[in-house]
């Protein structure tokens, strides 16, 4: 009985405890109306510079709900989405699991994370976590810094935040655990630890929250990246090191050959020199793992950077160039990254030595003779440089040129075979190859010029300044002959560096020109981002359908466009408005403009002129994303594409992913009424089944409906189905556009007559 009286005295401490912990979280956290301020404050605190907007309030169904429901958390989810993008940088959200509750806390800032219900009424609440810029560290990982309402930032610890996220799923069979371990008499002080393991196997994968982790887009200032990653502080330290390693090695020299000048080598002298060259070690060290950090930081940054300007670049940008064009982009890019940063710091620690030599030049013997024939060798291994690098040039161009042609070859090989004779079938390789060859010969010839002429053609200019002063008697002692002769040997070493890293700047240009449109690309973002006025017009389910209906889903009115300046127009003078509850079929002849209005209508281009609108909103106001969130389309079938990946994962690539338990029911669910009943009960794995690259083992028609429920699933307001019944037998073709046509919310088919 007494020790049953402890344990009830300890879980009612406990419980008080928690009410308090839970408490002061709650204290803590800010109100869905003031979830624009929240974000505006967290990002100027977390250094992301916000852009200057007045965020409007969320919608009133946002903020009177309890965001339990699935419909006011999507809209609460775009709501985020859209808010972040008018402040310049974008979010990810994340759902946090029991087992994950502890681990995420102290390295999701800055994010902002749902508290689940709780002693607070009425809207629901937000946790804004602060980053902590020693959260890598383990002291710091017991406390969370959390920005208050008030603006103030406050520490506080993280197993109190865990409990009250995890608070209502614990509260459920707490108490049966208890039962259950005084039932077998647990000894009171391995009581918690019994009870957290038990809850942690049982509640493992529970969701118990859902968090949106805060960065800057990819598609943001390069400038504004890098100093996010904290790049130029290290490159500082790296510079600062690899000068203290230099200077050092030099005293190290000098030290050495005081005592060889002296005719004597005492023991402190020697002791100096030991230490000297000890010392550089350390150092060494620093600029080894600095080099290190820094190729992983910046490479990872320009990755991602280009990944992100690929998937910005428009429909004709990709459609004019080949697969070897594109091979060679994705070849260009790689080399970047190593040549721009190996490139870039053999450069900077050749600088470092040229100034070095230069220095040690000056005050040596014929210092002023022989810095002027430096400052002249260098000018000449600069221009040695420049025509090195007008024949890689030509070379690199040549070898994607060929790049190119061999692999359209390879893809149109069995049309050559059908349609060409083989007598034809290398006409041109041989001329080719004989260009390539003559230009790699004169690139190999520079190349050699450049790296043997450089160093050695020092040495000989350098010791013949030094031969002059000797021969004409200029009253130089043998201290300052040394230093000029080590000042010449050090102008070597440096300059033995030059070529390498001449060659690599000449590389890091030409790769350059080959992939700055992928990054410049990732900057147009910023262009399709969506105004502060477009959060007001997220979804409010308070709205009659009257209301709703009042603006037209889609309005355009005289729209030109053309694919060449001065070209014909494809489509001129087009006007038209699409209602809610519109179900439209467009009809014309092959090369129509059909396709092309549509891709005008899904904001894939932009028309010429004209006025295009969405309930009322144009482009600049609901930006890019949000535009083609709420209307999307079927392309035709050679636009579409089957990706490597699941069943599922094809269905559900434009609405989420990883998805939800209820995305793959409704997911399953449009299949079958698309008629692929029969498709998912033979594949062994279901929705999860691997259709291959490409989609190879589908049919041609099974490929058509994944197309039309891939659309279907993106719960948009207008649905554009391009071709999408062409290749359908009648049977399929009446069951899946009888679901289509009840369906959809606003349908708008492409067919030929």
């Not at 005592?259 to 020697?270: E, T, V």
Request: proline content about 5%; overall charge neutral.
């Amino acid at each position: 009985m007494g020790e049953r009286s402890r344990m009830g005295g300890e879980s009612k401490v406990t419980g008080h405890r928690k009410g308090m912990e839970t408490s002061s979280v709650d204290a803590l956290s800010w109100p869905v109306s003031r979830l624009g301020e929240a974000l505006e404050i967290l990002a100027r605190k977390s250094s992301l510079k916000p852009e200057p907007v007045d965020l409007p309030l969320p919608p009133q169904s946002i903020i009177q709900s309890r965001i339990e429901d699935r419909g006011s958390f999507e809209a609460l989810s775009r709501w985020i989405d859209m808010a972040v993008s008018c402040l310049g940088f974008e979010v990810e959200p994340v759902e946090i699991t029991y087992a994950m509750a502890g681990q995420i806390l102290h390295r999701a800032g800055p994010a902002l994370i749902l508290l689940p219900n709780g002693p607070c009424k009425g809207e629901a609440r937000f946790l804004v976590l602060l980053p902590d810029r020693k959260s890598g560290r383990r002291q710091n990982t017991k406390g969370i810094s959390i920005l208050g309402p008030d603006h103030t930032s406050q520490r506080i610890s993280q197993e109190a935040v865990r409990k009250r996220l995890c608070q209502g799923l614990e509260e459920q069979i707490v108490s049966e655990i208890d039962q259950l371990l005084n039932e077998v008499r647990v000894p009171g002080q391995r009581q918690r630890q019994a009870r957290s393991a038990i809850l942690a196997e049982h509640l493992g994968p529970a969701q118990v929250s859902n968090c949106w982790l805060l960065r800057l887009s990819p598609g943001a200032s390069f400038w504004r990246q890098i100093c996010q990653a904290r790049l130029p502080r290290s490159f500082f330290i790296l510079t600062g090191a690899y000068i203290v390693q230099y200077t050092l090695m030099i005293l190290a020299w000098w030290v050495i050959g005081r005592g060889a000048l002296s005719g004597h080598f005492d023991r402190g002298w020697l002791l100096a020199w030991a230490l000297l060259l000890l010392s550089v070690v350390p150092f060494q060290m620093i600029v080894t793992w600095y080099q290190g950090l820094l190729a992983i930081n910046a490479g990872g940054l320009l990755k991602q950077r280009l990944l992100y300007g690929a998937l910005q670049l428009e429909p004709e940008e990709i459609s004019q160039k080949g697969a070897g064009q594109l091979l060679g982009q994705v070849i260009e890019s790689e080399a970047l990254e190593s040549l721009a940063l190996n490139g870039g710091f053999t450069s900077m620690a050749m600088i470092i030595e040229l100034i070095a030599a230069g220095a040690v030049l000056l005050v040596g013997a014929a210092g002023k003779l022989n810095s002027i024939l430096f400052l002249v060798w260098l000018l000449v291994s600069l221009f040695l440089g420049w025509r090195y690098f007008i024949h890689r040039q030509l070379w690199t161009g040549m070898r994607l040129e060929m790049t190119n042609d061999l692999v359209e070859r390879m893809v149109g090989h069995r049309t050559r075979i059908a349609q060409q004779r083989r007598e034809h079938w290398h006409d041109g390789e041989d001329q080719a190859m004989e260009r390539y060859l003559e230009l790699s010969k004169k690139m190999d010839e520079k190349s050699v010029l450049l790296t043997t002429l450089v160093p050695s053609g020092w040495l000989v200019l350098g010791l013949i300044g030094l031969t002059i002063v000797f021969v004409s008697g200029g009253g130089e002692t043998t201290a300052q002959m040394a230093v000029g002769l080590g000042g010449i040997l050090l102008a070597a070493r440096a300059l033995g560096k030059l070529p390498q890293g001449l060659m690599s700047l000449a590389d890091t240009i030409i790769a350059w020109k080959q992939v700055a449109l992928l990054f410049h690309a990732a900057g147009r973002s910023k262009e399709g981002k969506a105004s502060p006025s477009c959060l007001v017009h997220i979804h409010d389910s308070s709205k009659s359908p009257q209301q709703e209906d009042k603006n037209p889903v889609l309005e355009a009115h005289n729209l030109a466009f053309r694919y060449r300046p001065r070209s014909e127009p494809v489509i001129l003078g087009c006007s038209l408005k699409i209602r809610a509850k519109d179900q439209l079929l467009l009809e014309g002849p092959s090369g129509g403009g059909k396709s092309t209005l549509a891709s005008l209508f899904i904001g894939l281009r932009s028309p010429e002129s004209g006025l295009l609108l969405l309930r009322g909103l144009d482009l600049s106001t609901i930006g890019a994303q949000g535009w083609r969130r709420r209307v999307v389309a079927a392309p035709q079938f050679h636009e579409n594409h089957v990706l490597t990946g699941s069943f599922a994962f094809n269905l559900l690539m434009g609405r989420r992913w990883p998805p939800l338990p209820g995305d793959l029911e409704e997911a399953e669910a449009v299949c079958r009424r698309l008629g692929l009943g029969d498709l998912l009960d033979r594949m062994p794995a279901g929705l999860m089944q691997m259709v291959g690259e490409t989609g190879w083992q589908l049919s041609h028609g099974e490929k058509s409906r994944l197309y039309i429920a891939r659309a279907m699933l993106q719960c948009a307001d207008l649905i554009i189905l391009d071709e999408s019944f062409a290749a359908l037998d009648p049977e399929s073709l009446y069951q899946a556009l009888g679901y289509v046509l009840e369906q959809a919310p606003t349908l708008l088919v492409i067919a030929h007559p």
